[in-house]
């Protein structure tokens, strides 16, 4: 089932601007990770944040985290032509067993920077 | 940190054939290891994912089934092939709850 869902679906913005994308899930996480898909290609890894942490910024992205409100947002800032990609948030839930090893991800923003 | 090798890269099926997807893990020992569908344009549907050697929990009832025969091999399989299991399968593999997921480059399955 989806847990994640990510806010807009598609973000279009000129080169240099920043980037804003949402995510919202509906139960409680260990962990909410960032991840970018080129077009037909495997997922990587961005940023994770834990549950205890508000904030974290890696080069030029950075992650907020709200567990009240059970949102996170990406920003990427002077945003470049090379960081056209769909954008996905995952939830790792909280608790014990095998299903704690769940991954879930959202259906991700599809963001076009254009030169 | 771990790398995944999924084949092949792209196949096209006639309906009713059987499927076989693998997936290898490098880098890594008892990882927890994924199975996802991609729809065109949408999200990742967890389909299957194993915490260890045998142990497959599924997330959704299909037509497919998951396999983990060694400890860093998972197979997807199919005995036969419905149309609506056209999509891009992805294998990821995680070392624990609270790490990230490094994924394969994905097989594009094609049900013809």
């Known amino acids: 089932s989806q847990q994640g869902e990510e806010d807009p679906q598609a973000l279009s913005i000129q080169e240099g601007e920043n980037a804003t994308m949402n995510c919202s899930y509906k139960t409680s996480i260990n962990n909410l990770q960032w991840y970018r898909q080129n077009s037909g290609r495997g997922l990587v890894h961005l940023i994770l944040i834990r549950s205890n942490e508000r904030e974290k910024h890696s080069g030029r992205l950075r992650v907020t985290l709200d567990t009240s409100k059970k949102s996170s947002s990406l920003l990427i800032t002077a945003s470049r032509a090379a960081d056209t990609a769909s954008y996905f948030c995952a939830t790792a839930p909280l608790g014990s067993g095998a299903g704690s090893y769940q991954l879930t991800f959202g259906k991700g923003t599809k963001l076009s920077v254009i030169p | 940190s771990q790398t995944i090798h999924q084949w092949p890269a792209t196949l096209v099926q006639p309906v009713g054939s059987p499927l076989s997807l693998e997936c290898t893990v490098e880098g890594t020992s008892n990882p927890n290891l994924y199975w996802y569908r991609q729809a065109a344009g949408r999200g990742l549907q967890l389909l299957f994912y194993?915490?260890?050697?045998?142990?497959i929990s599924s997330e959704v009832p299909q037509n497919l089934s998951a396999s983990r025969p060694q400890d860093r091999q998972f197979i997807l399989s199919s005995k036969k092939l419905l149309l609506s299991d056209s999509g891009f399968y992805l294998c990821a593999s995680r070392t624990g709850h609270g790490t990230e997921a490094f994924f394969g480059q994905g097989t594009r399955l094609t049900v013809v």
């Open positions: 194993s915490v260890g050697i045998g142990q």
